[in-house]
C-alpha cells in the first residue's frame, strides 16, 4: 500500500441489533450500556439458556421488492440495513447504479434454512425439497438481494472470514474505493443465531457457564468464562473523499487504512498470546499517524467475547504495541451488549464511527472485575465523554486469521 494512504469516507449507517433497529436506537441503547442479551423461550436445561436476538421489526418498510418475500432472514436484515445506509447518507437516488457496489461479510451465512433443506433432503429425498429454497442457501445471496432490491450493477462481492467476516469486507470496499471501481460502495455484513450453530459451540464447550461458573458475558472482565451467541446486521456507506466534497456531505468518519494479517493459532480455537501481531499493528499506525511511540490512538474497539482466550491475547497484543501510551487511551467491547457472531465486527465499526463523531467512548457492558495487571484505561458500563479523534479497530478470528482497521474523526 501507498505510504500515505487515500482515507474512504463513511456517510452512512444501517443496523439491525439485538439493542435496537437503526443507528439511533442502536446508539442509544448502546451508550445507556444496555445488553440485548436475555433468556432464550426454551425448556432445555443445557446451556445456552441465554442469547442476543434480534428483535421483531417490520422489514416492509425498508424492502420494496416483490421477490424480497422469499428472502431469508438474514437476506432481509442485510438488505435493510443497506437502504437505512444510503438513506442515513442522503443517497436513495440519483446514483449511477454501475458505481454502486457492494460487499457482504458473512461466516456461515444462511445457516439455518441451509440446516432445514438438508434435513429434508436426507429423510424425505429430492423430489419432496423445495426449489424455492435453495437460491436462498448460497453465500452471496444477501449480496444479491441486496443489489437487487437497491438496483446496484456494480461490484458484488461476499467475504467469508469466521469472526472477522464483516471487517474483512469494510477493508475490501475501501480498496473497490480506492481502485476507482466504485464512487459509493455498501459494506459491512451480518449473521443469524442457528439451533446448528448453538450445536457446534455447544459441543465445542465454549459457551459461557460450560466450564464453571454463571451463564454471562461481560469482554476483558477477570471472571469471564465463555461466549454468548448473537446476531445482527450492519452496512456502511463507503466514499472517497473527492465523492464528498463533490456532493456537499457530511462523514461520520475515515477509514485511514487497515491491515490484515495472520498470526500462529489453534484450527479452531484462538491463541493465548499473539507477539508477532505487534509488528503489522505498529506498521499500520506507523504509516498512518506518523509515530511508533506516542500512537495518537484515543479509543480502541476490540474483539473481544468475554473467552478466556482471546481476550487475554487481545490484551497482551496491545500493550505490546502501546506500551507506555497505554494508560491514554480507553480500550472497549461491544459484545457485551449484541453477543458473537461471525459479523459482529460490522457492528463495531458503526459503533467506533459513531465514538469519534460523538466523542464517546461506548461502554463495557456487564464489566465487574477489570484486570489488574493490564496498562489500558477500561471503558465503564455507561458511556463515557472524552476528546477522540482516531479509533483501532482490532478483531481476531479463529484460527488466527487478524485485521485491524483505523478510523479518524472527520473534520
Not at 436426507?122 to 438496483?151: D, R, W
Amino acid at each position: 500500500m501507498d505510504a500515505t494512504p487515500q482515507s474512504v469516507a463513511v456517510t452512512g449507517l444501517g443496523v439491525i441489533s439485538p439493542i435496537g433497529i437503526g443507528r439511533d436506537a442502536f446508539w442509544s441503547a448502546l451508550c445507556a450500556g444496555q445488553s440485548g442479551i436475555a433468556p432464550l423461550a426454551t425448556t432445555e436445561a443445557r446451556v445456552p439458556r441465554l442469547a442476543a436476538r434480534i428483535p421483531e421489526f417490520a422489514a416492509r418498510h425498508f424492502i420494496r421488492s416483490s421477490h424480497l418475500r422469499r428472502a431469508d432472514g438474514l437476506s432481509r436484515s442485510i438488505v435493510c440495513a443497506a437502504r437505512m445506509a444510503l438513506a442515513d447518507a442522503g443517497l436513495p437516488h440519483a446514483l449511477p447504479p454501475e458505481r454502486l457496489g457492494i460487499v457482504v461479510g458473512s461466516a456461515l451465512g444462511d445457516v439455518a434454512e441451509s440446516a432445514q433443506y438438508l434435513a429434508r433432503l436426507f429423510t424425505k429425498g429430492p423430489s419432496l425439497v423445495s426449489p424455492m429454497m435453495f437460491p436462498n442457501l448460497v453465500l452471496n445471496a444477501p449480496a444479491s438481494y441486496a443489489a437487487m432490491e437497491l438496483g446496484c450493477t456494480g461490484a458484488n462481492l461476499t467475504v467469508s472470514h469466521g469472526e472477522i467476516s464483516g471487517e474483512q469486507a469494510i477493508a475490501l470496499g475501501c480498496d473497490l474505493i480506492r481502485a476507482g471501481r466504485a464512487d459509493v460502495v455498501l459494506a459491512g455484513g451480518g449473521d443469524q443465531f442457528a439451533e446448528i450453530v448453538v450445536a457446534a459451540y455447544r459441543d465445542y464447550r465454549a459457551l459461557s457457564s460450560q466450564r464453571g461458573g454463571p451463564e454471562w458475558c461481560s469482554p476483558y472482565d477477570v471472571d469471564r468464562n465463555g461466549i454468548i451467541l448473537g446476531e445482527g446486521a450492519a452496512m456502511l456507506v463507503l466514499e472517497s473523499a473527492q465523492h464528498v466534497r463533490r456532493r456537499a456531505a457530511t462523514a461520520y468518519a475515515e477509514l485511514v487504512d487497515y491491515v490484515s494479517f495472520g498470526v500462529p493459532a489453534p484450527a479452531y480455537d484462538w491463541p493465548l498470546r499473539a507477539p508477532a501481531a505487534a509488528g503489522p499493528l505498529r506498521e499500520l499506525i506507523a504509516r498512518c499517524l506518523g509515530s511508533s511511540t506516542d500512537t495518537g490512538v484515543d479509543v480502541v474497539c476490540g474483539s473481544a467475547n468475554s473467552s478466556r482466550r482471546l481476550d487475554a491475547c487481545e490484551i497482551d497484543v496491545l500493550a505490546r504495541v502501546f506500551g507506555e501510551a497505554a494508560p491514554r487511551m480507553a480500550l472497549t467491547s461491544i459484545k457485551g451488549a449484541i453477543g458473537e457472531f461471525g459479523a459482529a465486527g460490522a457492528l463495531s465499526a458503526v459503533a467506533t464511527c459513531l465514538a469519534l463523531r460523538e466523542a464517546i467512548v461506548p461502554p463495557l457492558c456487564n464489566l465487574t472485575r477489570a484486570p489488574t495487571d493490564a496498562p489500558f484505561r477500561f471503558a465503564v458500563p455507561r458511556a463515557e465523554r472524552r476528546p477522540l479523534q482516531t479509533g483501532l479497530m482490532l478483531s481476531m478470528a479463529r484460527g488466527g486469521g487478524s485485521i485491524a482497521l483505523l478510523f479518524r474523526r472527520s473534520a
